[in-house]
């Protein structure tokens, strides 16, 4: 597609249900991004895939948190027994090549879900 | 990790003024971008600018990776330049990109 697309783009659940969010990258990226925004803040980094590998998750901020990449294309991020503290934006950005240096690593993000946790 | 910090925190401008938004950060970087996010939330590119000087249309930044800071001018400026502006930088050691807290910029007519 044309840029990275998010679905759904807002979400409503009770505390406690899971949830799965999803996204889309840019046609041909190799890197994958997630990141949660709190209202006020900038965003926040989660984890990051370089095609179907997942080579960084120390941002997410407990085992609730789960993400997946499984043929290097479509994420999903899946937070289970959501708390009201899980409410947030949750962004998903691509790169076309790798995210070190050297690389060039524009990332560009999806519209983003909102998560209310009621 | 990397410390990013923007200023002003807020900034109100009258149609046609001009502005410059800094980021200052704190270590050395491999990306720096420049972002700005639009009351639907979507984050838009403005540059990719780990080092030197880039121009679109009435929008500039500068990055001086040596002296760890970069800057965004904006001249003539548009009621719709309106929203908050991000810069985020990469560095070596990692993959993220850490966001600074932005400026949020209200233009008036």
């Known amino acids: 597609g044309a840029g990275v697309s998010q679905s759904p783009r807002y979400k409503v659940a009770k505390r406690g249900q899971d949830v799965a969010l999803r996204c889309d990258p840019i046609?041909?990226?190799?890197?994958l991004f997630w990141y949660q925004q709190a209202l006020g803040q900038g965003p926040e980094f989660l984890t990051y895939?370089?095609?179907?590998?997942?080579?960084?998750k120390s941002g997410l901020p407990s085992d609730r948190f789960f993400a997946e990449r499984p043929e290097g294309s479509v994420s999903t991020l899946k937070i289970q027994r959501t708390q009201q503290e899980d409410s947030a934006v949750y962004l998903c950005?691509?790169?076309?090549?790798?995210?070190?240096?050297?690389?060039?690593?524009?990332?560009?993000f999806g519209p983003g879900t909102r998560l209310t946790v009621l | 990790g990397i410390q990013v910090e923007q200023s002003p925190p807020d900034l109100i401008l009258q149609e046609g003024a001009n502005s410059t938004l800094r980021c200052n950060f704190s270590?050395?970087?491999?990306?720096l971008q420049w972002f700005h996010q639009n009351p639907w939330g979507q984050l838009i590119n403005l540059f990719y600018?780990?080092?030197g000087t880039k121009q679109n249309g009435r929008l500039s930044a500068t990055t001086v990776a040596t002296e760890r800071y970069s800057l965004l001018y904006i001249s003539s400026s548009q009621t719709t330049d309106s929203g908050v502006y991000f810069c985020?930088?990469?560095?070596?050691?990692?993959?993220?990109?850490?966001f600074g807290k932005g400026t949020s910029l209200l233009v008036t007519p």
């Open positions: 600018i780990p080092s």
């Open positions: 270590d050395s970087v491999n990306n």
């Open positions: 985020a930088a990469q560095t070596n050691s990692g993959y993220a990109l850490n």
């Open positions: 895939f370089q095609n179907e590998a997942q080579l960084d």
């Open positions: 950005a691509s790169s076309l090549e790798p995210g070190l240096a050297g690389y060039y690593n524009e990332q560009f």
């Open positions: 046609s041909g990226h190799v890197s």
